[in-house]
């Protein structure tokens, strides 16, 4: 982990009112974003560092501003400086989501509602001022998998016929997400702040926002790559949210596409953290991820892709008695 204090903070936390406070590095995850908690005797707050060219503070500052004007809880920004990398923040505190329920298991259901009610009132709104979910971004994103999977496996599969299955699968979705809701993409246990309260949720980690469909942030949720959600409880709070919010009848169907879709991308992304990045922990999260891909591509609508499967994936790989997702030479 790096610790290093970035060049050019103490002045930018002047700026900002903070100056002399303290500087905590906190851990770091999978992007060149960092974070670090400043104090001073009369409170906290959040500095992310997200330098140019690896990184732009623009797209989250836009999203933030946007969410809080819109009654949802994103912190407020409290400093910026886009051109430096510089972003202070309200502080939630360290008590996300995932390590509250590993305390407290017990209220898992009533958190995950909290959750999904967050999501109805987000689905509420007119869609934010965020680029159209295209298809073309849903491709890139799944190519993720053959890219790095399937070299890191040793495996030379039909790209081509990768684009078109995923092009067939996406059609009904495309249709059915104009006008469309703001779609976070990367809503889940982890970035989910519990401050001060279970009601009080705090969002994090939405910079990537698009305009989309509402059962994405959905299966990011109950589909949570970092966490296990029981196909009991996914079942009853996909329920909860079709009960409060104005579904399509065919929503089960896209959520299981968008489910596929995102967990052959984080299958890809996983791999890549091992390879381009150095950071192999993330290959221990595969197999809950492969086995949710399995399960979404059991729906009748994943049928291209699962023919995709069956003709490209050798079995071995794909053996819930074994390793889902196979082993890596690590």
Not at 46 to 74: I, V, Y
Request: net charge negative.
């Amino acid at each position: 982990m790096d610790l290093s204090i970035p060049a050019g903070v103490e002045p930018f936390l002047a700026e900002s009112g903070w100056a002399g406070a303290e500087i905590e590095p906190l851990p770091g995850d999978a992007s060149f974003r960092r974070y670090f908690r400043v104090r001073r005797s009369n409170g906290t707050a959040m500095l992310m560092h997200a330098p140019p060219p690896h990184e732009d503070p623009e797209p989250f500052l836009r999203a933030a501003k946007w969410l809080d004007a819109n009654g949802l809880r994103a912190p407020r920004i409290l400093g910026e400086s886009p051109a430096q990398g510089f972003v202070l923040l309200q502080d939630f505190g360290e008590v996300r989501m995932r390590e509250y329920l590993d305390a407290w298991p017990q209220d898992e259901e009533e958190i995950y509602r909290i959750a999904i009610d967050a999501l109805v009132q987000l689905h509420r709104l007119p869609p934010g001022p965020f680029t159209q979910y295209s298809l073309s971004e849903y491709q890139r994103e799944a190519k993720l998998f053959v890219d790095w999977y399937c070299p890191a496996q040793g495996l030379y599969v039909d790209g081509r016929g990768w684009a078109n299955a995923w092009e067939q699968v996406m059609a009904p979705v495309l249709v059915r997400q104009r006008p469309g809701v703001t779609v976070m993409r990367d809503y889940h246990a982890e970035n989910i702040m519990l401050d001060g309260g279970l009601r009080k949720q705090g969002l994090l980690d939405f910079q990537d926002a698009l305009v989309g469909h509402p059962a994405y942030d959905l299966v990011s949720l109950l589909q949570d790559a970092r966490r296990d959600v029981s196909p009991a409880l996914e079942a009853a709070m996909f329920d909860y949210y079709v009960e409060r919010a104005d579904a399509h009848p065919d929503f089960l169907a896209d959520y299981a596409r968008l489910g596929a879709q995102r967990n052959a991308k984080i299958v890809g992304i996983f791999v890549r953290l091992w390879k381009r990045d150095g950071k192999p922990r993330y290959l221990d999260y595969i197999p809950r991820v492969w086995n949710l891909l399995e399960r979404d591509l059991a729906h009748p609508a994943l049928a291209p892709v699962a023919a995709w499967f069956d003709q490209n994936i050798p079995a071995e790989l794909r053996d819930p008695a074994g390793t889902p997702g196979g082993k890596f030479d690590v």
